[in-house]
């Protein structure tokens, strides 16, 4: 007999989230020095190395110890509504998504106390960010879509 995991969709898209956001981190230290820059399309998007250890946009830059609680308070939270709930898909993949985002980022936090950031559209002159930042609001998305979208019928 087969057994089907709980919102599926909710851990392989937190897994995917995580791994990509830390393995990318991870190349970007491993390969540029700190405030190295490279052109991927000249004055639109770079490679740019930078820290953060701070909230989204360098928010609460002095002193914020406390967001590394916050994401794993906001990462446990996620997991008991997984394991309590049953999502429909868009929900899995956005809780999903923001999971991998907040372990990425809370993971940076507790090992670094900063957060690696690598992400930078220049043409837009928008703060430099990471995957992590990326796969939460991919989960807001999705998220918004399921609540707004999709009809109360369909919700498997």
């Known amino acids: 007999m087969e057994k089907r995991i709980k919102n599926a969709g909710f851990w392989i898209a937190g897994v995917i989230c ?3 956001d830390q393995v990318s981190k991870l190349w970007i230290v491993r390969t540029f020095e700190l405030r190295d ?6 004055q639109v998007f770079h490679l ?3 820290t953060n250890n701070g909230a989204a946009f360098s928010l609460f830059a002095n ?3 406390w967001l590394r609680w ?3 308070a906001v990462s446990l939270a996620l997991v008991g509504l997984a394991l309590r709930t049953h999502l ?3 929900e899995q993949v956005g809780y999903g998504c923001i999971l991998g985002g907040a372990l990425g980022n809370g993971i ?3 090992v670094s106390g900063q957060v690696v950031d690598f992400l930078d559209f220049q043409f837009i002159n928008f703060p430099i960010f990471n995957l992590a930042d990326v796969s939460i609001n991919v989960g807001i998305v999705c998220l918004l879509i399921s609540a707004f979208w999709m009809p109360s019928s369909s919700n498997t």
């Open 18 to 20: 995580l791994v990509l």
């Open 70 to 72: 916050v994401s794993l």
């Open 48 to 50: 740019t190395y930078v």
């Open 108 to 110: 940076d936090r507790f």
């Open 88 to 90: 429909n898909r868009w």
């Open 63 to 65: 002193g914020a110890d």
């Open 37 to 42: 820059s490279l052109a991927i399309i000249p």
